[in-house]
């Protein structure tokens, strides 16, 4: 289970996240929605560690995380068991998208999973492009690249920052089908999204965030009967706008 | 008498020219890449302690032309301090600060424009740092400034030539005394200008060889 509980962060006098509470089930997918600066990737940040809360408790497998650090301490963050695929992919220039894939796996000891890589390889329908560098490719074969060096390393959750962003809409149906894999492996989800019938066809939970906080949580059907009027203007406004 | 002829016929002292030219160059490159390195890193690093002063000097430099710098170099500075200086030893120091100075502008720039993300992307990966380092930092970091370094030192070789006018005998110094002998300008400058095409040529294509096959694979698209 990955956990966020009272999260508060804050850049200068800019108030971010207000005490968010968080929960992602292993085997699940929760989606993470909001309007634009409502604080989902400085939450997604936080729960990767990537930055420090300044205050609040963060627990990963059983082990917690307490912010703010004592003088002195140091958070050695659970990476790559808890990782994360960003809405720019940093896919590495230099490399061909399989070095991107197995230079994490050699370095972290993990070759035994080289073995694996095959059969993922074809899963995502990569076999064409796999030996190309990252700017010989489509956005989408990147981004299918970007989610199979997350998922080669056998994280038991994953954080996925809008990935969707900048693909058509059968490129999202492809990710969405590879998010449903991944879940049945028994990884968890969190992905931030603005596509709602993407969230509400592939979460398992829905997440909707404003102003640094939570405001209404639950099954997907919460989009279709949202409880709290600023959830029912924010579904009202993006179906208008799709 | 033609280019060929005052080749085979000066090849000694055209030879002795060589030797003090790239000596010369040599230790420019070494000293101005060592140095310049360790500016260029530590201006990246220190922003404001080393990185703002280097920056003046290097922006003050680059309103010199390189032979005033190097005519202050050699008389009015010696003249100040009231020492003689070998030539030799004032060419070196004098195109080495340059030489520095532009390393360091250069590697400071990579260094600053460095995609965060890929750093980023490599925790997450459980990269140690260590292994970012060398596997992510370094060989992009590599591919970005090689080409341009090449090209400064290229210029630096050039710019060696402006040690004949504080007497060093270097190639070009040896060229104006063979024309003196011989009086075939002509044939004298441009059997120098080949001896430098054969030179640079090679190097200036291999630089942006580097940078056409490299530079393409250091930023996200």
Known sequence: ?242 | MSVFDIIAQYHVGLIQGLIVTFKLAMIIWFFGLLLGGVLGCASARWKKSIGVPARLCSFLLSGIPILVFLFWFHYPMQAILNVVIDPFITAVVALTIVNMFMVADLIRNVLAEFPDQYITAAKVCGLSPMQTLFDIQLPLILRQSIPGLLMIQVNMLQATLFASLISVDEIFRVAQRINSIVYRPVEVFTALAILFLIICLPLNGLALWLKNRFTRRVFER
């Open chain 1, 1 to 242: 289970m990955l956990t966020a509980e009272n999260i508060y962060k804050s850049y200068g006098q800019n108030q971010i996240l207000k005490g968010i509470g968080l929960r992602v089930k292993p085997g699940k997918i929760t989606a993470l929605i909001g309007p634009s600066g409502s604080g989902k990737t400085t939450l997604l940040r936080c729960l990767s560690m990537l930055e420090a809360p300044n205050a609040g408790e963060i627990n990963f497998d059983n082990k917690t995380y307490r912010f703010p650090l004592d003088a002195g301490d140091k958070i050695i963050p659970p990476w790559p068991d808890l990782t994360v695929v960003f809405q720019q992919l940093f896919l590495w220039p230099h490399l061909t998208l399989r070095e991107n894939i197995t230079l994490p796996l050699k370095r972290t000891g993990r070759e035994q999973e080289l073995e694996h890589l095959e059969s993922l390889i074809d899963l995502f329908n990569m076999r064409l492009f796999i030996d190309r560098y990252p700017d010989e490719t489509s956005l989408g074969q990147r981004q299918r690249a970007a989610l199979v060096r997350a998922l080669a390393l056998k994280p038991k959750f994953i954080l996925l920052d809008e990935i969707t962003s900048s693909l058509d809409v059968e490129q999202v149906g492809l990710i969405l089908n590879e998010l449903k894999a991944m879940r049945d492996r028994g990884i968890g989800i969190l992905i931030i999204t603005h596509l709602l019938h993407f969230a509400s066809e592939g979460a398992d939970q829905i997440v909707f965030m404003d102003k640094g906080q939570v405001i209404e949580s639950g099954a997907p059907a919460i989009l279709k009967n949202p409880r709290t009027d600023r959830l029912k203007q924010f579904v009202s406004i993006v179906e208008a706008a799709t």
